[in-house]
């Protein structure tokens, strides 16, 4: 009975199936490697966009861009076998980008508290009389602290508003005799009133000016309705009478 001898390729055969075995490590070595490429976050300082990339390279050139890398690589045991084989920004998977982007602290402005002015009429500083028609009413308004941006002072006589800032001027000729009152308002940008202070003032006839302003424009219409060479006659006498 003929004995059958060992194959010799058998040596060789474990040889070539280790070596293969070796390739397909390393190649599933590589694999894990290229999943596990680190996530960038790119931060947009002007708009406070974030954007999720793999290549931070186009981004890093940008001096308005803030890029760093962030703790989170993709799953080595994905299915990638039908996604295409193209890596752009925003390449990360969905729940990456939405756990990160729910990070980004809110940009709700701070409230700020109202301010407390106080207000106050210095001129007049108290309650006085003016006489009509020689008489003007002068009103000065003090704040503190100083307004906001968007604040205003108006100044009120009798509910209508006659300046806006810190100072007014009333003429008293076409006032009624009487009382008065004087209000100055701060308001902000909604035309609401945030403070408010009120003064009175009184108007009274100054009779002996009414009487002198009479006669004077009594006088006028007389000269103007005079023949000329007595208008003449009238400028000789008063140069005679000025001449010593």
Same mark, same amino acid.
């Given at each position: 009975?003929?004995?059958l001898s060992k194959p010799r390729f058998l040596k060789g055969g474990f040889t070539v199936g280790l070596l293969g075995a070796m390739i397909i490590s390393a190649a599933t070595l590589c694999v894990t490697f290229a999943n596990a490429?680190?996530?960038?976050?790119?931060?947009?300082?002007?708009?406070?966009?974030?954007?999720?990339?793999?290549?931070?390279?186009?981004?890093?050139?940008?001096?308005?861009?803030?890029?760093?890398? @962030? #703790?989170?690589?993709?799953? %080595?045991?994905?299915?990638?076998? $039908?996604?295409?084989?193209?890596?752009?920004? /925003?390449? =990360?998977?969905?729940? @990456? #980008?939405?756990?990160?982007? %729910?990070?980004?602290?809110?940009? $709700?402005?701070?409230?700020?508290?109202?301010? /407390?002015? =106080?207000?106050?009429?210095?001129?007049?500083?108290?309650?006085?009389?003016?006489?009509?028609?020689?008489?003007?009413?002068?009103?000065?308004?003090?704040?503190?602290?100083?307004?906001?941006?968007?604040?205003?002072?108006?100044?009120?006589?009798?509910?209508?508003?006659?300046?806006?800032?810190?100072?007014?001027?009333?003429?008293?000729?076409?006032?009624?005799?009487?009382?008065?009152?004087?209000?100055?308002?701060?308001?902000?940008?909604?035309?609401?009133?945030?403070?408010q202070v009120t003064r009175t003032v009184y108007v009274i006839q100054n009779n002996t000016t009414l009487q002198n302003n009479k006669k004077i424009a009594q006088q006028l219409l007389a000269y103007q309705n005079l023949p000329w060479?007595?208008?003449?006659?009238?400028?000789?006498?008063?140069?005679?009478?000025?001449?010593?």
């Amino acid at each position: 009975m003929t004995t059958l001898s060992k194959p010799r390729f058998l040596k060789g055969g474990f040889t070539v199936g280790l070596l293969g075995a070796m390739i397909i490590s390393a190649a599933t070595l590589c694999v894990t490697f290229a999943n596990a490429a680190p996530i960038y976050k790119v931060i947009d300082e002007k708009t406070g966009q974030v954007t999720f990339t793999d290549r931070p390279q186009s981004y890093e050139q940008q001096a308005d861009k803030k890029v760093s890398q @962030i #703790a989170i690589t993709t799953d %080595a045991t994905s299915d990638t076998t $039908n996604q295409p084989n193209n890596s752009h920004t /925003n390449s =990360q998977p969905a729940a @990456i #980008a939405t756990r990160q982007t %729910a990070a980004v602290p809110s940009s $709700n402005p701070k409230t700020v508290a109202p301010i /407390n002015y =106080q207000l106050a009429i210095t001129e007049p500083s108290e309650e006085r009389a003016y006489r009509r028609p020689a008489q003007t009413i002068n009103v000065r308004v003090q704040v503190t602290p100083a307004l906001q941006a968007g604040h205003s002072i108006s100044i009120y006589f009798d509910e209508s508003e006659v300046a806006q800032g810190l100072s007014a001027s009333i003429a008293t000729i076409d006032l009624l005799p009487g009382s008065h009152a004087i209000r100055a308002v701060v308001k902000n940008e909604k035309d609401q009133i945030l403070q408010q202070v009120t003064r009175t003032v009184y108007v009274i006839q100054n009779n002996t000016t009414l009487q002198n302003n009479k006669k004077i424009a009594q006088q006028l219409l007389a000269y103007q309705n005079l023949p000329w060479h007595q208008k003449v006659l009238l400028k000789l006498r008063q140069k005679e009478t000025a001449t010593p």
